[in-house]
């Protein structure tokens, strides 16, 4: 752990520290990224997980729109800048180790890439895997580039 968070351990409360010094501060794995939680600021429900770099956070923090990275795609993940499912923030938390990221969001639209709200939608239950909830929209649908008109 970092001298920073040490010392955010035994901090009053509202004591504040500049960001640059707890982002260069934060616990990134061996590629640069920190687990990123979303859940939905008015419910608690939880959305997704999904990896950010300093980059993306710094980015999520001046914009208020959420941003990630994608380590399919090997560049920043602006959440909905396909599928218009955006995620604006509404706060954001370290955890006590500097090691992941809690993001409170005011998710629109589905949030799971299978139209579903949240993608922790399988359930695991005496000795089975159960689906728990619908697809809110047709992935097929939430994806499709829209056809321009002639």
């Known amino acids: 752990m970092t001298d920073t968070f040490k010392e955010l351990e035994r901090a009053e409360l509202d004591s504040r520290l500049p960001i640059e010094r707890v982002l260069a501060a934060v616990r990134y794995n061996a590629d640069g990224l920190i687990p990123?939680?979303?859940?939905?600021?008015?419910t608690g429900e939880v959305l997704m997980m999904a990896w950010m770099n300093r980059e993306s956070i710094e980015?999520?923090?001046?914009?208020r729109r959420v941003c990630y990275w994608s380590r399919?795609?090997?560049?920043?993940w602006r959440k909905g800048e396909t599928?218009?499912?955006?995620?604006?923030l509404r706060s954001a938390s370290l955890d006590c180790d500097g090691d992941t990221l809690l993001l409170q969001v005011d998710q629109k639209g589905p949030a799971c890439h299978t139209g579903r709200r949240s993608c922790f939608y399988v359930a695991l239950e005496e000795g089975e895997a159960r689906i728990s909830s619908e697809p809110l929209i047709d992935p097929d649908t939430l994806y499709r580039k829209p056809s321009v008109e002639r």
């Open 59 to 63: 980015e999520t923090l001046s914009s």
């Open 36 to 42: 990123a939680i979303a859940q939905q600021h008015d």
């Open 72 to 76: 399919s795609r090997g560049k920043l």
């Open 83 to 88: 599928s218009g499912q955006q995620q604006l």
